[in-house]
């Protein structure tokens, strides 16, 4: 019993990877990485067939580029929620190329430790970062790149967004 028991749960482990949660400015490194948070931030199972869909879906990466990041606020409604979890993909060749009004994190300097989530559009000609939250009450944000590095700027691509559901009010029906 004990060997197929550990069997099983090493098929399991074999099925899952674990990867953290960033957190708000906390995501930024000086070179425009996205850092791990290290061993103490949560960390959520993420099945590697799924995984590798979304990184074959969106252009490449490794199990490793992926992180979970806890959005807040409501720019970006509705497409994401406040207090919704996205999953980024930070590999090297999404930040580079960035596609037209895909979602991004982004910050607006290289020297900025802020990051945002943001509908991307990169304007070449004028050598410009156009932000757009899709929430209309909230101003589009032209960024002049004056020769930062791209990747410094695009910390990774938003590749998918779950729902946080522990805040919501239940229904009001009585069932």
Known sequence: MWADGAARQASME?????????????TCGSGGEVQDPGPDASRYALRRDFA????????????EDL???LCRGESMSPTIQDK????????????MEP????IYLVRRSPEDNEARVKRVRL????GQLVLASDNRAYPTVMVDLEGAPLHQMILGRVVWVGRYLLDTDPPEEDW
Not at 52 to 63: N, T
Not at 84 to 95: D, F, G, S, W
């Open 52 to 63: 590798a869909r979304i990184l074959q879906r969106c252009g490449g990466g490794k199990e």
């Open 84 to 95: 919704e979890i996205v999953l980024l993909n930070a590999a090297m060749q999404i930040r």
């Open 67 to 69: 992180f979970f990041l």
């Open 123 to 126: 304007d070449k000609a004028k």
């Open 99 to 102: 596609k037209n009004n895909g």
């Open 14 to 26: 074999e099925a899952f990877l674990d990867r953290p949660l960033i957190v708000g400015a906390a």
